[in-house]
């Protein structure tokens, strides 16, 4: 049976092809400064992961996780950290870890203010989040395509199709923490004689902390995911063992690649996690003490 929309053809392709031939003629200067800023991040980090002595390293890890999590935990993380070098995946490792910082602090950069502007904007919100919709729906292999087309192949490329797919959760969740702010709290700053800037640092984003803070694992979890998929543009690190193991059918590889990404992914959330404040929790300041420490320092400035 016949499809009654056979005749009529649009070349959407086309219209993409043309898109994308424009941008690269025309924002070449913008395409530039956004990898070297993202360079900047990539390469920066990896030096110095790659500098710090492994032994060191997995002191600071170990005294992070026995102070932030438990002994339990910082057992574990010097037992897992201990493996991976025994596999010989320490380099690769780091420069995974570079990439997956880079990436999170320049999603974090982007994604946050844009966060901020839609909990202030219903009509910013009402932009932003059908392109939201659309980042988190598209299958991660797809952001490779532009990234190699406007950057080439590399760590960099790697990077940015990375932040692209892990910036929505930290839009959304800043977002969603800062509508979450009660209007009682808010009217509460005000009455303090907040302005709208103190009473977005002040008051609406100690209280979103939460959520925000949700936002930021995620992102670092997203990025994760991502740079080992990015290894099939050059980005290198554990993906790249992975990519290898897949080539080669060598199931040994390829599942000590894999170890490696699922240790580092449970040392990243486990310690991220460890950062976040929870309501109801002891340590959390209420609305009143916030509020209380910003006159106190207002009146000591003064």
């Known amino acids: 049976m016949a499809f009654f929309l056979d005749d009529i053809t649009i070349p959407v392709g086309n219209y993409v092809e043309g898109a994308v031939d424009?941008?690269?003629n025309n924002l070449t200067e913008v395409l530039d400064a956004f990898a070297g800023i993202v360079g900047f991040f990539t390469n920066n980090f990896?030096?110095?992961?790659?500098?710090?002595p492994a032994e060191v390293f997995i002191i600071a890890i170990a005294l992070l996780a026995f102070t932030r999590v438990g002994w339990r935990?910082?057992?574990?993380?010097?037992l897992a950290l201990l493996l991976v070098g025994i596999m010989d995946l320490w380099d690769p490792t780091m420069s995974t870890l570079a990439l997956v910082l880079a990436a999170s602090v320049v999603a974090l950069i982007i994604g946050v203010?844009?966060?901020?502007?839609?909990s202030r904007n219903d009509i910013v919100e009402q932009a932003v989040r059908p392109v939201l919709d659309f980042m988190q729906t598209m299958p991660p292999f797809v952001y490779l395509i532009p990234a190699v087309i406007f950057f080439g192949l590399g760590k960099v490329p790697g990077t940015i199709a990375t932040v692209v797919f892990a910036m929505p959760p930290a839009v959304?969740?800043?977002?969603?923490?800062i509508r979450q702010v009660g209007e009682e709290n808010v009217e509460a700053?005000?009455?303090f004689g907040c302005t709208d800037r103190q009473l977005l640092f002040k008051v609406?984003?100690?209280?979103?902390?939460?959520?925000?803070?949700?936002?930021?694992?995620?992102?670092?979890?997203?990025?994760?995911?991502?740079?080992?998929?990015a290894s099939m543009i050059g980005a290198g690190g554990l993906g790249n063992v992975v990519l290898t193991g897949i080539q080669r059918l060598n199931v040994g590889l390829g599942f000590e690649g894999g170890l490696g990404v699922v240790i580092l992914a449970i040392?990243?959330?486990?310690?991220?996690?460890s950062f976040a404040p929870t309501y109801g929790s002891a340590g959390r300041p209420s609305l009143l003490a916030i509020l209380r420490r910003w006159m106190g320092r207002e009146q000591e400035n003064a």
Do not use: H, K, Y
């Open 113 to 118: 203010p844009i966060g901020v502007a839609m």
């Open 267 to 273: 040392l990243l959330d486990r310690i991220t996690q």
């Open 172 to 177: 959304r969740l800043t977002n969603l923490g």
């Open 189 to 191: 700053g005000r009455a």
């Open 204 to 229: 609406q984003l100690p209280l979103a902390l939460p959520n925000i803070m949700a936002g930021i694992n995620q992102t670092i979890m997203l990025s994760l995911s991502m740079v080992v998929i």
């Open 22 to 24: 424009w941008v690269r």
């Open 46 to 52: 990896e030096d110095f992961l790659l500098w710090v």
């Open 73 to 78: 935990f910082g057992t574990f993380a010097v």
